[in-house]
């Protein structure tokens, strides 16, 4: 059974930087062929796909976070990351890591994905 478990600072000052871990066991990132998301729900609001992260080390981000967002990978720790620069209140959000077979760009439709973490809350504040 495949688990991911996210982790990291709940609360971030505006203007620095968000870091998150997704922490994955059952399953190996590499050689398993599976996609590493990351996506978000802010409070009131819609899940945000964030951006993910392929088997082979391939990053895609949706187009409106591109800029300040950075998924990487740690295949020793089996561990996926999520940077997001600068931030706002506007950020504040549950994150979720969630991983799928297939690559599916923006889907923020849970049944697309096979696994999902629980989500951890982040404010950003001051």
């Known amino acids: 059974q495949v688990q991911l478990q996210e982790s990291g600072p709940g609360l971030v000052k505006p203007s620095q930087t968000l870091s998150l871990t997704c922490t994955v066991s059952?399953?190996?990132?590499?050689?398993?062929?599976?996609?590493w998301s990351w996506i978000r729900q802010p409070p009131g609001k819609g899940l945000e796909w964030m951006g993910v992260?392929?088997?082979?080390?391939?990053?895609y981000y949706a187009p409106h976070l591109k800029s300040r967002t950075s998924i990487a990978r740690d295949t020793l720790k089996n561990q996926f990351t999520l940077q997001l620069v600068s931030v706002t209140p506007e950020d504040t959000a549950v994150y979720y890591c969630a991983a799928s077979e297939t690559l599916i760009l923006g889907a923020t439709d849970r049944n697309l994905y096979k696994y999902w973490g629980q989500g951890t809350l982040v404010t950003v504040s001051s």
């Open positions: 059952g399953a190996s990132i590499p050689p398993v062929n599976y996609y």
């Open positions: 992260i392929s088997y082979s080390g391939s990053t």
